[in-house]
Nanobody, 127 residues
Framework: QVQLVESGGGSVQAGGSLRLSCVASGYTSHNYCMGWFRQAPGKEREAVAGANMAGGAIYYADSVKGRFTASQNIAGNTLALQMNSLKPEDTAVYYC????????????????????WGQGTQVTVSL
């Protein structure tokens, strides 16, 4: 059984930084994709970043490019999300997700293609 456990998050002032981490267990290989999504109150869930855990390209939403950095660990079971220059509009519940199919440029943002989800962690950015 695949499980995703998120950590990090919290409250910060605009311009500050936070780091999220998601640890996956239950996978038997590194050939899978993990992603970070977020959902603000009253809004649809949106993709933030995606990465193949075996390495390679990391994908970002335009809204976070240049501010957020995702990274995989060597063991291929943890996806971190370093969030810098945070803005109030980054406030949301952040979810980690994983799927067996690899991340591709066109498909990684599609949340319906992810099979497993973490419990979510709140990120609040104030002025």
């Amino acid at each position: 059984q695949v499980q995703l456990v998120e950590s990090g998050g919290g409250s910060v002032q605009a311009g500050g930084s936070l780091r999220l981490s998601c640890v996956a267990s239950g996978y038997t290989s590194h050939n899978y994709c993990m992603g970070w999504f977020r959902q603000a109150p009253g809004k649809e869930r949106e993709a933030v970043a995606g990465a193949n855990m075996a390495g390679g390209a990391i994908y970002y939403a335009d809204s976070v490019k240049g501010r957020f950095t995702a990274s995989q660990n060597i063991a291929g079971n943890t996806l971190a999300l370093q969030m810098n220059s945070l803005k109030p509009e980054d406030t949301a519940v952040y979810y980690c997700a994983a799927r067996w199919s690899l991340c591709l440029g066109g498909s990684w943002p599609n949340n319906k293609e992810y099979n497993y989800w973490g419990q979510g962690t709140q990120v609040t950015v104030s002025l």
